[in-house]
């Protein structure tokens, strides 16, 4: 029987052994999408304490709360920080199979020395020791990230953003780590969505646009992205509860614009066709500034209005959705690609059903731009865990070159989240381990050894050809 979580944790082969401890484990880290604060990472923001660092935001933990009988109020509520630490604590032995689990006692083990199981018993315990160190100058937000190697951030901020943290990152030499922007222009592609009309307000006054017609938000668009690429941003980011392909004249997306904007519903055929021409127009724009595009496609959010209405979005309360994928995926890359301005793209999928689809639609539009082009997406959200990470990887060796796989991202809120990464990596090494062992690959460490790096690091920063 094996020691819980020890230093040969997931991995089973004598060669998975080798391709971590010796190939994988030290590679620094491309962190390409997160949604870390900006200001944070600028002010250097030093934590009060264990809550505020590691549940605050994390709707992962959130919903194994709930799922645990915890109280709203020692989730989201009033309730003192240390109560709500508590409350996790008491949660975390129900957590096993989960996720959660592992990742709770990595950060546990790599931030803080601590290889305690977290529980009610061991609450207090962790709850000083941790706390302790936190007060300490090399727990700020920047010496976590110097110290967990990572060579680049790319963050999620609106078009409206001002990048002024951002600029201040970037005047502060004395911060080695590039953090960049990512550009997510979401609410204005949700026509349907209610605060349409006030977010194009918003963006018309960052960019100092007046916008009165569909030409003056396309114009602004470009405004912005020129002002987000001048910042260092070269990467967009999208997420869409489905993806949709319905094409129209320019003419006709001025008219669907004009009645969104004056209040008057629209059919869920001009909503489509809107969202189509737009993101179109962005991918072209995209193209032509060098950027790689994210597609985040299959999450159904806010699913519990009670909780919306009570808590607001990004809360815990979002899952997989089910739709027709293919067609529509295949139309909107064709469309760029047979006028030679498709993107760098890479595209997650939150149904792991979708993985074939994905990973097929992927190999019809490779070609000698860059190696791997089109990207199928690490494992993103519910299948960010062991059997979703095999899975994934597992489907794009399969149909795609799982040697030319961009890697992992944290797509976290939390600066301790990096150890998501020594997961991956984990997992990586075990899977190739698994196949060397089965006589389905050659024992050579050098092809192997190099195959590891390239995905754990070496793609991600040559695809980005990001130089600071």
Not at 166 to 182: F, M, Q, R, W
Not at 294 to 299: E, F, P, R, V
Not at 317 to 330: G, H, T
């Amino acid at each position: 029987m094996k020691k819980f979580m020890d230093d040969d944790f997931l991995l089973d082969y004598e060669t998975s052994k080798i391709l971590y401890h010796e190939y994988a484990k030290d590679m620094p880290i491309y962190d390409y999408h997160c949604h870390l604060s900006p200001e944070e990472i600028a002010g250097n923001k030093q934590f009060r304490n264990l809550t505020e660092i590691w549940l605050n935001g994390d709707h992962y933990k959130w919903r194994a709360m709930r799922a645990n009988g915890i109280s709203e109020e020692l989730i989201t509520g009033s309730a003192s920080d240390k109560e709500k630490f508590d409350a996790w604590a008491k949660t975390m032995p129900s957590c096993i199979g989960n996720p959660l689990y592992h990742w709770t006692h990595l950060e546990l083990k790599r931030y803080f020395n601590i290889d305690l199981p977290l529980s009610e018993k061991t609450g207090d315990e962790i709850w000083e020791r941790c706390n302790q160190l936190l007060q300490q100058k090399d727990f700020s937000a920047q010496e976590i990230i110097k110290k967990s190697n990572v060579h680049l951030i790319c963050t999620t901020d609106d078009p409206a953003d001002s990048l002024a943290y951002h600029k201040e990152i970037l005047a502060n030499e004395s911060i080695e780590t590039a953090v960049l922007p990512a550009f997510r222009p979401d609410k204005g592609i949700e026509i349907a969505q209610h605060g349409f009309k006030d977010y194009v307000e918003t963006l018309s006054k960052a960019a100092n646009i007046e916008i009165t017609s569909y030409q003056d938000l396309l114009e602004t668009f470009e405004d912005r992205v020129a002002y987000f690429h001048e910042a260092g941003c070269r990467v967009s980011d999208h997420g869409f509860e489905h993806l949709f392909y319905e094409e129209a004249t320019l003419s006709e997306v001025s008219a669907i614009f004009d009645k969104a904007i004056h209040g008057h519903s629209i059919t869920l055929s001009e909503e489509n066709k809107y969202k189509t021409f737009t993101l179109l127009h962005l991918g072209k724009l995209y193209h032509s500034h060098g950027w790689v595009m994210q597609l985040h496609i299959g999450a159904t959010r806010n699913n519990n209005m009670k909780m919306f209405k009570k808590i607001g979005p990004d809360a815990g309360f979002d899952s997989m959705n089910d739709f027709e994928l293919a067609k529509p995926l295949n139309q909107f890359l064709n469309h760029l690609d047979k006028e030679n301005e498709l993107p760098k793209t890479i595209l997650y999928n939150l149904n792991p059903a979708h993985n074939p689809i994905i990973a097929s639609a992927a190999g019809n539009f490779q070609n000698e731009e860059a190696r791997g082009k089109l990207q199928f997406g690490t494992g993103w959200w519910f299948n960010d865990q062991k059997e979703g990470m095999i899975r994934q990887m597992t489907d794009l060796a399969s149909i795609g070159l799982i040697s030319n796989f961009v890697g992992m991202v944290t797509d976290s809120r939390s600066f301790l989240s990096y150890t998501r990464h020594e997961y991956f990596r984990r997992i990586l090494c075990n899977l190739i381990g698994g196949w060397v062992h089965k006589g389905e690959a050659p024992d050579d460490y050098e092809l192997l050894g190099q195959m590891v790096q390239d995905i754990c690091y070496n793609n991600a920063k040559n695809y980005f050809e990001i130089t600071r």
